[in-house]
Nanobody
């Protein structure tokens, strides 16, 4: 599967953006779709993940209550709705997939995920 992240842009603090993650191949019921971000000079940071089967979600503490991850199975697309954006949210955002043949717990480790694409830039001005 190939994942294409889109929807980034420049927004003022307090604004909103919705990122999309379109998959070109099959996503299976036990897979997870995750979002990570990386700011300049910093390590990749887990943002959120969703289980494809049952829509269970997990968030980083830094975005909890402001971000919402969702998925549209017929469209093979996941979304990240970002509200109340802050300058510290500025980063390149990546959508990734965690393949698994069986149900697995969430992971916030980047090594649990694959199919890293180019990402989409989100810039929040103060």
């Amino acid at each position: 599967v190939q994942l294409q992240a889109s929807g980034g842009g420049l927004v003022q603090a307090g604004g909103s953006l919705r990122l999309s993650c379109a998959a070109s191949g099959d996503i299976f019921s036990n897979d997870h779709i995750g979002w990570f971000r990386q700011a300049p000079g910093q390590e990749r940071e887990f943002v959120a993940a969703i289980k494809w089967r049952n829509r269970d979600t997990r968030y980083a503490d830094s975005v909890k209550g402001r971000y919402a991850i969702s998925r549209d199975v017929p469209k093979n697309t996941a979304y990240l709705q970002m509200n109340g954006l802050k300058p510290e949210d500025t980063a390149v955002y990546y959508c990734v997939i965690r393949r698994s043949p069986v149900a697995t717990p969430f992971s916030s480790s980047e090594y649990a995920y694959g199919e890293w694409g180019q990402g989409t830039q989100v810039t929040v001005s103060s």
